[in-house]
């Protein structure tokens, strides 16, 4: 197998997805079936600078550079081979946000992230008046309100971009995006798989009046679906990738994708009635839709399948912040008892537990709000924990709470999706961090959306897989994307299964009420962790 993969690997045919996550740059090489060759990762965290989730675009090559660096010594290690030549490749990262530059391609401001809640303003206007939700994460939330602002840059701007996208330029020099990441700019015609030209325009005679040297169609990036050409690896950009020098440059690049789009090519979510989970810092869920939605909904986003088809998005900015923080906690007070352990060790234990605890969480009430949620209309956030006296508290029922809490937003938006539009799911898949305990996270979440969940084992491999896929994908026509999934890369998967069980259900239904009753509590306590 190895002698294989060392061929393989050294005649260029092995493919590269590299995704930009909250907290992990993560570099994955696969063959053109899918199968995982090595891995590379590095740490980073964002930064909160005057009022605003950003990540220096300094950081941003420097941890790329390091997460390829670690995944060639895998390959080194593995196979006895220098990793010099690749196939294709493709770049995925967070969802959303603003980067915005001039006409000589210098960065206007800061990199505003998908967890700024900054935007209500410009994102209540521009729904209103596009009969479409705008979230605030989205670009043109960011852009409008920044002119709404006033900010000066905003009369220099001459291409604005999200994270994924900015990275594939500097790579390959080319201003283009994938349609699932797309949109989350701006709202996309599934018809035409491009933006909606009506809702541009009406977007220009907005601004019509702001003394703008401008249109929006003169900032966004071209629109590209699976399969299509997005460039190659320039000189520059195999450079910033490997400044080692050993990485040829002319691979093809996939369109640059969200980590929404890589999550539905991870779980194989791409098809109508199917829908994935995607659990991390933030946590969404995504259901491929087999017709529009009746109406506007501000907790459920419309976006694509990296192939154009619609999807309905119950997003949320919160979700295991608050719960890797309690751990760290535990993690300490073992260490002062010079208890020796690994993360994984400690999570698995912990998680464990939770399948001992009362159903609804033993009457306790958590919040994981570090940030707003615009779901409970939450402008800021603060982590908090409540046990009434007559509460069980203990600590299987604590570790719950904090599962329970982590789909808490997500769930809203979902109970939407199924109570109200009366959308069919059969089947949830999920992936994440919060799915590499066997089977736990499975439980609540089947219990929260009452709709089996599945976890494949290529679940722990997320959106730096999914991307590595649809760079593969370029070189499998005349397939389409469905049947390149179905025949090829998940021909022989086989997904672990939960079903929802009554007594969950009927916890997580005690616990929601609990949770909704108690956002009063919360918003207080935001307002006042957050006064000046």
């Known amino acids: 197998m190895h002698t294989n993969v060392k061929k393989?690997?050294?005649?260029?045919?092995?493919?590269?997805?590299?995704?930009l996550g909250s907290t992990r740059i993560k570099s994955v090489l696969i063959d053109t079936s899918g199968n995982i060759l090595a891995k590379g990762g590095f740490e980073w965290e964002n930064h909160f600078v005057d009022g605003i989730w950003t990540y220096p675009?300094?950081?941003?090559?420097?941890?790329?550079?390091?997460?390829?660096?670690?995944?060639?010594?895998?390959?080194?290690?593995?196979?006895?081979?220098?990793?010099?030549?690749?196939?294709?490749m493709g770049v995925s990262a967070m969802m959303h946000g603003y980067l915005s530059f001039d006409a000589q391609d210098n960065q206007l401001a800061e990199f505003r992230t998908w967890r700024n809640n900054t935007t209500a303003t410009a994102a209540d206007q521009l729904t209103e008046l596009l009969q479409y939700n705008i979230p605030q994460r989205w670009s043109v939330a960011h852009l409008y309100q920044a002119v709404l602002n006033q900010?000066?840059?905003?009369?220099?701007?001459?291409?604005?971009?999200?994270?994924?996208?900015?990275?594939?330029?500097?790579?390959?020099?080319?201003?283009?995006?994938?349609?699932?990441?797309a949109s989350g700019m701006f709202p996309i015609d599934s018809t035409t798989k491009d933006?909606?030209?009506?809702?541009?325009?009406?977007?220009?005679?907005?601004?019509?009046?702001?003394?703008?040297?401008?249109?929006?169609?003169?900032?966004?990036?071209?629109?590209?679906?699976?399969?299509?050409n997005a460039g190659v690896l320039t000189e520059k950009g195999a450079k910033l990738l490997d400044p080692s020098g050993d990485l040829q440059a002319g691979c093809v690049l996939c369109p640059p994708e969200g980590d929404a789009g890589t999550g539905m090519m991870a779980t194989n979510s791409i098809k109508v009635k199917t829908g994935n989970v995607s659990a991390g810092t933030s946590a969404f869920a995504m259901v491929v839709l087999e017709k529009p939605l009746s109406k506007v909904y501000r907790d459920l986003?419309?976006?694509?399948?990296?192939?154009?088809?619609?999807?309905?998005?119950?997003?949320?900015?919160?979700?295991s912040s608050d719960l890797n923080a309690w751990f760290?906690?535990?993690?300490?007070?073992?260490?002062?008892?010079?208890?020796?352990?690994?993360?994984?060790?400690?999570?698995?234990?912990?998680?464990?537990?939770?399948?001992?605890?009362?159903?609804?969480?033993?009457?306790?009430?958590?919040?994981?709000?570090?940030?707003?949620?615009?779901?409970?209309d939450l402008t800021t956030g603060c982590p908090l924990f409540l046990h009434p006296a007559n509460a069980?508290?203990?600590?299987?029922?604590?570790?719950?709470?904090?599962?329970?809490?982590?789909?808490?937003?997500?769930?809203?938006?979902?109970?939407?999706?199924?109570?109200?539009?009366?959308?069919?799911?059969?089947?949830?898949?999920?992936?994440?961090?919060?799915f590499k305990s066997k089977a736990v996270a499975q439980h609540v979440l089947a219990a929260a959306l009452n709709v089996p969940v599945a976890v494949l084992e290529t679940a722990s491999e997320g959106g730096a897989w999914g991307i590595a896929l649809l760079a593969a994908y370029t070189r499998q026509a005349p397939l389409s994307l469905t049947e390149y999934l179905d025949l090829v890369v998940f021909a022989d998967s086989a997904d672990n299964v939960v079903e929802p069980e009554p007594a969950r259900v009927k916890g997580y239904t005690s616990f929601i009420r609990r949770y909704q009753d108690g956002l009063s509590i919360e918003r207080e306590a935001a307002d006042f962790a957050n006064k000046k």
């Open 57 to 88: 675009l300094d950081e941003v090559w420097a941890g790329i550079a390091q997460s390829y660096r670690d995944l060639c010594q895998d390959v080194q290690a593995k196979y006895a081979v220098k990793l010099n030549r690749l196939a294709a």
């Open 195 to 228: 933006y909606d030209a009506a809702m541009v325009e009406t977007f220009d005679r907005l601004i019509a009046d702001k003394n703008l040297n401008w249109k929006l169609s003169g900032l966004l990036p071209k629109v590209l679906v699976a399969g299509e």
């Open 392 to 434: 069980e508290f203990s600590l299987v029922n604590f570790v719950l709470v904090q599962l329970y809490t982590a789909f808490g937003a997500m769930k809203l938006g979902m109970d939407t999706l199924i109570q109200k539009e009366h959308v069919k799911i059969e089947k949830i898949f999920a992936h994440g961090g919060l």
């Open 328 to 376: 760290q906690l535990f993690g300490e007070v073992l260490r002062s008892f010079d208890v020796s352990f690994t993360q994984d060790q400690l999570y698995g234990k912990l998680f464990d537990k939770a399948l001992d605890a009362a159903p609804d969480a033993g009457g306790l009430l958590s919040y994981c709000f570090y940030s707003g949620e615009h779901g409970v």
């Open 151 to 181: 900010e000066p840059h905003t009369k220099e701007v001459a291409y604005i971009t999200t994270l994924a996208g900015y990275v594939h330029w500097q790579l390959t020099g080319q201003k283009v995006l994938g349609i699932g990441d």
């Open 8 to 19: 393989l690997i050294e005649s260029g045919q092995a493919c590269l997805g590299i995704e």
């Open 301 to 319: 986003d419309m976006v694509t399948t990296p192939a154009g088809d619609p999807v309905a998005m119950a997003h949320s900015q919160n979700c």
